[in-house]
């Protein structure tokens, strides 16, 4: 059974960059699409872009500016960076795999930005 | 970016019963949809894709349907393990959106 989890800080300040990473285990990183998803407290999920295993990389324009995604194949990881973070960045953060269409997903990870 | 609308926000239903869940797309998606049930502390569930096929291992009292712009999804003989939150994604183009999601309820 393909498992992704999401790790990374939970607490930011602003103006701060936020790192996660995503460990997938019981499956392979290819040859796959991963995705990063938001959900800002009260609000709907936001999808914040997509990386082919191969490094192919496909953004939210609205957080084109800020976001960029990698992927380490040895490690069957792939991070997200999200850069100058606000308050409005203070979501839950998932992982989520696409095979053809959208499949797994990890639990989250809640990141809050405060100062 | 296409706008996914999806109603009713909150549903309250009874075990047994038979509930209805749509989204309507802003623009054509054609079949580029899929159904999640979400639980608090867990992850995201696939159950449906491609509108109307069931994931891996999902009950059959699960259904979903439409093309275009209107889908629905049907959960039949409601079960106490179905109350939960369910949302629609489209994944016709980037960027991706997702409906505003449904909390279902016990009555």
């Known amino acids: 059974q393909v498992q992704l989890q999401e790790s990374g800080p939970g607490l930011l300040k602003p103006s701060e960059t936020l790192s996660l990473t995503c460990t997938v285990s019981g499956g392979s990183i290819s040859p796959y699409y991963w995705n990063w998803v938001r959900q800002p407290p009260g609000k709907r999920l936001e999808w914040i872009g997509s990386?082919?295993?191969?490094?192919?990389?496909y953004y939210n324009p609205s957080l084109e500016s800020r976001v960029a995604m990698s992927v380490d194949t040895s490690k069957n990881q792939f991070s997200l960076t999200l850069a100058s973070v606000s308050a409005s960045d203070t979501a839950v953060y998932y992982c989520?795999?696409?095979?053809?269409?959208?499949?797994?997903w990890g639990l989250g990870t809640l990141v809050t930005v405060s100062s | 970016d296409i706008q996914m609308t999806q109603s009713p926000s909150t549903l309250s239903a009874s075990v047994g019963d038979r509930v209805t869940i749509t989204c309507r797309a802003s623009?054509?998606?054609?079949?580029?949809l899929a159904w999640y049930q979400h639980k608090p502390g867990k992850a995201p569930n696939l159950l449906i894709y491609?509108?109307?096929t069931l994931g891996s291992g999902v009950p059959s009292r699960f259904s979903g349907s439409g093309s275009g712009t209107e889908f629905t999804l049907t959960i039949n003989n409601l079960q106490p393990d179905d109350f939960a939150t369910y949302f629609c994604?489209?994944?016709?183009?980037?960027?991706?959106?997702f409906g505003q999601g449904t909390k279902l309820e016990i009555k």
């Open positions: 491609k509108a109307s």
């Open positions: 623009q054509t998606i054609n079949s580029w």
């Open positions: 994604h489209h994944y016709d183009s980037y960027p991706y959106t």
């Open positions: 990386m082919y295993y191969s490094g192919n990389t």
């Open positions: 989520t795999r696409r095979s053809g269409h959208p499949d797994y």
